[in-house]
């Protein structure tokens, strides 16, 4: 058995979820203007590889967490439905088929949330997913998320224990990712693919002769996914 992960902003996704939430949210007037001028903040540190993870972790939960788990699935549906799937790239969902056929497990190693990440993983195909989760409770998410945060080597941690599950190892496996923040994984694993890679990123892979991929089309004309597999529950108030 060999797995092939496949990181989501900027890889499977051209663009970063986050944002794109963010974006909604402003649009829609359910973000007030001093957590609009966070989002800014976070985002020109994102772009500067000086995000504080746990901060923006903690922020973004509690954000969630002001709304009751219908009302915030019904708003990420929306901003799924309006500026995540239109931009999700052809090639990502092309490349996770063709690690199916060849038997392979395929799952997306991402640091977004539990909900997003499942969408995308039942509208591209994938067999599972690695992604930030955290209880809900008295019908509100909370920042008790679980640890360690699936990004750096947080990530390669979280993978290496998923391999076992599957009874194999690392060197069996495959990584895509456009990011240097997964270096940590990208070295852990047999098969490095660089996606749409960051300029540093790209250095790496070309001295360490890790194909480089460019992924440029997106998918169109589809029906939204529904989610099928979630740690949590909502729908009846719970």
């Not at 039942?122 to 409770?137: N, S």
């Not at 699936?150 to 993978?159: H, S, V």
Request: proline residues 4%.
């Amino acid at each position: 058995m060999a797995i092939a992960f496949f990181d989501l902003d900027h890889t499977l996704l051209d663009g970063a979820n986050g944002n794109m939430v963010v974006k909604y949210m402003i649009k829609t007037r359910r973000m007030g203007l001093d957590a609009a001028w966070k989002a800014i903040k976070y985002t020109a540190l994102y772009k500067m590889n000086r995000l504080p993870r746990l901060e923006v972790y903690r922020w973004t939960f509690q954000e969630c967490g002001k709304y009751h788990i219908d009302e915030l699935i019904e708003m990420l549906d929306e901003a799924y439905e309006q500026y995540v799937l239109p931009r999700l790239f052809a090639e990502g969902r092309d490349k996770i088929r063709e690690h199916k056929e060849k038997g392979h497990r395929t799952v997306i190693a991402t640091a977004a949330g539990e909900y997003m990440s499942e969408k995308v993983r039942v509208q591209l195909g994938a067999d599972d997913k690695i992604a930030a989760t955290a209880p809900v409770v008295n019908g509100r998410l909370t920042d008790d998320f679980d640890l360690p945060l699936p990004y750096g080597e947080g990530k390669l941690e979280r993978a290496k224990e998923y391999a076992l599950t599957q009874g194999c190892v690392l060197a069996d496996c495959y990584f895509y990712s456009d990011s240097v923040a997964d270096l940590p994984l990208l070295s852990g694993v047999g098969h490095p693919v660089a996606v749409n890679p960051q300029g540093k990123l790209r250095k790496i892979a070309l001295n360490n002769g890790w194909p480089i991929l460019i992924w440029k089309r997106h998918i169109n004309n589809e029906r939204p996914s529904v989610v099928q597999q979630l740690t949590f529950t909502y729908g009846n108030g719970e």
